[in-house]
């Protein structure tokens, strides 16, 4: 069965690049057939679909966040980070990482348990 | 971005009620359409995938359809560990987007 973690600071100065990394057990990023995902939600507001990395490095980004944004994978830790650059107030929200497995329109059916990050100085 | 719409955006009934949410999709999006519940300080679970399709561990009072635009999760007789917030989401292509949540509460 496989578990997702995220980890990172919870506080982040406005300007600065907000990094998170999830921890994947139970599965492999160096396998195919997966699509490992990061989602925010805002607070008290619905979720943000962020972007994805698949085997191999190809990744996909909301084109909201898309100047901002990185996905990359470090197979030999089996993790996958978030750099989003230049952050302001409006990035402070939960943030989850996720997994689509088979094809990326298959649903999120694993999720991690969210880190939360604030953006203020 | 296809945009997602969810009716209504609350809900109040009470145990042993069938209930009806609603979702549109701005475009077609064929049956690429899945339901999440989310319970407060938990990350989203799947109940519904294609439209229609049961997650595994899912009860079977959970049901879904439609297609193309217009979808539907029904609920048909709820039980206390039902009251959260439930979101439709497309997948028919990037970027994935979200309804805006339907809260279910205890009437």
């Known amino acids: 069965q496989v578990h997702l973690q995220e980890s990172g600071p919870g506080l982040v100065k406005p300007s600065q690049t907000l990094s998170l990394t999830c921890t994947v057990s139970?599965?492999?990023?160096?396998?195919?057939?997966?699509?490992w995902n990061w989602i925010r939600q805002h607070p008290e507001k619905g979720l943000e679909w962020i972007g994805y990395?698949?085997?191999?490095?190809?990744?996909s980004y909301n084109p909201a966040l898309m100047s901002r944004v990185d996905i990359s994978v470090d197979a030999a830790n089996n993790q996958f980070s978030l750099n989003l650059r230049s952050v302001t107030a409006a990035d402070t929200a939960v943030y989850y990482c996720?997994?689509?497995?088979?094809?990326?329109?298959?649903?999120?059916?694993?999720w991690g348990q969210g880190t939360p990050v604030a953006v203020s100085s | 971005d296809i945009q997602m719409t969810q009716s209504p955006s609350s809900l109040s009934a009470s145990v042993g009620d069938r209930v009806t949410i609603t979702c549109r999709a701005s475009?077609?999006?064929?049956?690429?359409l899945n339901w999440y519940q989310q319970k407060p300080g938990k990350a989203p679970k799947v109940v519904i995938y294609?439209?229609?399709s049961l997650q595994s561990g899912v009860p079977s009072r959970f049901s879904g359809s439609g297609s193309g635009t217009d979808f539907s999760l029904t609920i048909s007789s709820l039980q206390p560990e039902d009251f959260a917030t439930y979101f439709c989401?497309?997948?028919?292509?990037?970027?994935?987007?979200f309804g805006q949540g339907t809260k279910l509460e205890i009437k």
């Open positions: 996720a997994m689509i497995r088979g094809a990326y329109y298959y649903p999120l059916d694993v």
């Open positions: 139970g599965g492999s990023l160096s396998s195919g057939g997966f699509f």
């Open positions: 990395i698949y085997y191999g490095g190809t990744t």
């Open positions: 475009q077609r999006i064929d049956s690429y």
């Open positions: 294609a439209a229609s």
């Open positions: 989401q497309q997948s028919y292509t990037p970027p994935f987007t």
